[in-house]
């Protein structure tokens, strides 16, 4: 599998990822209401432009882009026969994915606890490598961090300090 990053193999990468928004967003939706049901809370659903627009954020980031981007084209090439034996490694890649599209703190854990929540409800078909189930597992958890719709996220930090200011 040849990994060259360039700036076209970026692009082919967020496209890809954007244009399976008709198979993430479901999931996403999904991981929200169960979620939502596990902590009694409402969680607002996502939509696929919301979700591309998320995409399109992430891949405007080129630092970011770049390594979101290798761990998809990664992912979307890992095929293990019989598959288990490859087990850790596309959870690691998955989970990393997941994270560094989360965010920073607390969404980052968050991202990657979700991961193997949506992992678990992810399998896709027998013809794909056995990456991909992992891949769609980790955008999934990856963007209903980043986007909005969680009530704690909506609102200010009843934990935030305000700055002590110049006085010694």
Known sequence: MDLQLTPKRVRAERDWA?????RIVPLINDVREELGDIFDTEVATVTESQYR???DDVFADGDLA????AMVALLRGLDVEGD???????????????????GTQPLRTLGEATFHYADVHRHGPATENAGVD??????????QERLPG?????RASP??????????
């Open 18 to 22: 954007a244009d399976r928004a008709d």
């Open 53 to 55: 627009r998320a995409v």
């Open 66 to 69: 770049v390594n979101v981007a």
């Open 150 to 154: 969680w009530p704690w996220t909506e």
């Open 84 to 102: 288990y034996p490859g087990f850790v490694v596309d959870e690691i890649l998955g989970r990393e994915l997941a994270a560094t599209i989360a």
């Open 134 to 143: 992992d891949l769609e597992a980790a955008l999934a958890a990856g963007f």
């Open 159 to 168: 934990f935030a300090v305000e700055p002590a200011g110049d006085t010694p």
